[in-house]
């Protein structure tokens, strides 16, 4: 078992100083943050508006109006002053903390005297309030702010925001519970779970943790709450607008309510609904030992990581619904696999990490987040994808209806803009994510090998080390230990799933010997003060195929180097990437391409290209006989990530070999 959270994140802190992320550290504290603030503010040109602060003005009756946007706006909003936080937390910026102390003062404004805050209800629907649990979102926005709160009084140590949600944390358990007269419900869109985990570990209330165990208790028990409050509204829809059939238990899979959440092992509905719920469930379950929670767990990360992943890190095959379909369904062209879906990973990733250090849940954890996440973002930092495909055809998405929803040009805003401050907050609170420790063994994990400087209390006493990594082009990380404690304590490096064992750790200059354990390489020994570490996994291009079952990867491989998963671009390969196919026996060339946005590693290969002069506009079809000689040609591949931020045009993962 893990150290509790609360003990660990007391226990450690880390900035990062680092080649590879500095700049999208910087980026995000200088462009991002500011320009989502804008968005926010509905002063982006050409971008869709927000309407956020715009309700929480109305809703604090600074201005007239009716509510705008999404039924969840006042997510988005808690979600910047989340990744404010953070970034005050690494860098003090005085006018940055002023806006956010405003806006804070904003939101209290529009709370109510007995703690509810929610503008919807506020300016749409006054007297309404928990009368749509399965749409409404209500209990979803009060985790975000929950959240916001939380990481906002750890920065700057100010109380207004956290006394904001406090009051609302207690309202909502007068009204949430098992006890005669309170609502035995829970959100259709679960979030306040793993935020109330939060807000009881920054502030010591016991109830916050037992709330968020009972929403995630009472979930999926029959009778189910969210069937019977639509039979108490009489079928009608928040989205429809109209009545419409009583949902039944099994389209309650969707929101993860068809079966008490201990009784699920197979991912299914809508995919961020549920690697939330799971975060969840990993917290309560590091947090009380319940071992029927952890085998639940254990279930669901098997499924949704084995079974139902793209080699990205992205999860949710289909856009109806943003939803898991079944497994090994996982198109490349329809797929939607969305950018908040794959930061629910990583938080699902990290809590199973504090529950047991294994080694698995660092590298899915580390997939998401060098491909689909760092992909979904431009390299300017103010466009954004929400679907994150892994071969994309303009002209369908512009003109076929299925494919509507995958863009090859990344967008400046949403009407629903989740994913844009989710990726602000996550980028933000990077150094959160590279180590954990477990004081009482001893032991201090490395998961992700990001440049650092981290400091940790021991139960043998302060560690302190200093890491240099050379990743993602080059497979070397350095450790220098700058303090260490009078007893032995064991350094733990992740071996990484892309090295396949093969690494060399080297302690002052000599190979050494070292124990592996859960995948990480382990070395117990008395420390002297200025020991340096080297750990060198083998990181080399390579052809990756994928399971026989995921049928729209057949008779094909993608490209991996390292943590960082690759693709064709058009500018790169010429049009129509589908009649290319790359020659297994080629070496995959790799060289460092100064030129490329920034610079960047690209992998060159031989390949060939179907010949395409002989055929004749007005013939769709012929003999295969009259096949012509497939013509040999070079191919290209840049870094995932990086991809749609040049010329617009095709891109595919997958690769015809």
């Known amino acids: 078992m893990g150290i509790s959270m609360s003990e660990r994140q007391s226990s450690r802190r880390v900035r990062i100083q680092d080649g590879f992320w500095n700049k999208f550290t910087e980026l995000v504290r200088g462009t991002v943050i500011p320009y989502q603030w804008e968005a926010l503010n509905d002063r982006i040109p050409d971008a869709e508006p927000s309407y956020a602060i715009r309700n929480f003005r109305i809703a604090a009756g600074m201005e007239e109006g009716e509510f705008m946007g999404m039924v969840f706006q006042d997510s988005d909003v808690a979600k910047w002053i989340e990744a404010v936080g953070y970034s005050l937390a690494s860098q003090p910026d005085p006018e940055l903390e002023r806006t956010a102390d405003d806006l804070i003062e904003l939101i209290a404004k529009a709370q109510h005297a007995n703690g509810y805050l929610n503008t919807y209800y506020s300016i749409k629907e006054p007297g309404n309030e928990w009368t749509n649990l399965h749409e409404a979102h209500e209990l979803y926005c009060a985790g975000h702010m929950m959240e916001a709160a939380v990481a906002y009084y750890e920065a700057t140590g100010k109380r207004r925001l956290l006394d904001v949600v406090c009051k609302f944390a207690d309202y909502i358990d007068t009204v949430f519970g098992r006890e005669q007269g309170k609502l035995r419900g829970y959100d259709g869109h679960q979030e306040i779970e793993l935020a109330l985990v939060k807000l009881y570990q920054a502030t010591g209330e016991e109830r916050y943790l037992k709330l968020a165990q009972f929403f995630i208790d009472e979930r999926g028990q029959s009778p189910n709450f969210l069937i019977e409050e639509c039979k108490q509204r009489g079928g009608y829809s928040h989205w429809m607008k109209k009545e419409m059939p009583i949902p039944t238990i099994e389209q309650m899979a969707y929101n993860q309510a068809h079966l008490p959440v201990c009784e699920q092992d197979v991912a299914i509905g809508h995919s961020v609904r549920a690697v939330y719920m799971y975060t969840a469930m990993a917290d309560l379950a590091s947090l009380t030992n319940d071992r029927e929670l952890i085998e639940a767990c254990r279930r669901l990360w098997d499924n949704t990581t084995k079974r139902q992943m793209y080699i990205t890190g992205g999860i949710g095959s289909t856009h109806h619904g943003e939803a898991f379909t079944f497994d090994h369904d996982l198109p490349n062209d329809t797929v939607y696999a969305e950018t908040c879906a794959s930061i629910g990973l990583i938080f699902f ?309």
């Open 349 to 657: 990733a990290r809590r199973m990490l504090l529950l047991e250090a294994k080694s698995e849940y660092a590298d899915v954890l580390e997939r998401a987040l060098y491909n689909n996440v760092l992909g979904s973002m431009s390299q300017d930092g103010k466009h954004y994808f929400y679907v994150n495909p892994l071969e994309v055809w303009p002209k369908a998405s512009l003109n076929n209806p299925d494919r509507s929803h995958v863009k090859s040009v990344r967008q400046k805003w949403f009407g629903c803009s989740c994913c844009p401050p989710n990726v602000a907050r996550l980028l933000t609170s990077l150094n959160d994510y590279i180590y954990t420790i477990s004081a009482e063994d001893n032991k201090v994990y490395t998961h992700l090998f990001i440049g650092s400087e981290a400091l940790f209390e021991l139960a043998a006493g302060q560690v302190a080390l200093k890491q240099q990594s050379r990743l993602p082009w080059e497979g070397y990380v350095r450790f220098e230990l700058t303090a260490v404690p009078d007893a032995a304590f064991t350094l733990a490096l992740r071996i990484p799933s892309w090295c396949y064992g093969q690494a060399v750790m080297k302690i002052n200059g000599m190979i050494s010997e070292y124990d592996v354990e859960n995948g990480y390489a382990t070395v117990n020994r008395q420390w002297a003060q200025g020991d340096i570490v080297e750990w060198e996994p083998v990181l080399e291009a390579q052809l990756i195929t994928s399971h026989p079952e995921i049928r729209a990867n057949a008779g094909k491989a993608a490209i991996e180097r390292g943590p960082l998963v690759y693709c064709l671009e058009e500018t790169d390969n010429g049009s129509l990437l589908s009649n290319l196919s790359l020659d297994c026996q080629s070496e995959l060339h790799s060289y460092y391409d100064t030129e490329l946005l920034g610079g960047a590693v690209v992998i060159e290969a031989k390949g060939r290209a179907d010949e395409r002069a002989s055929w004749q506009e007005n013939t769709a079809y012929r003999p295969l006989a009259q096949q012509q000689v497939s013509e040999p040609v070079k191919l290209k591949a840049v870094p995932y990530y990086l991809w749609g931020n040049r010329q617009p045009g095709e891109m595919s993962v997958w690769i015809r070999v």
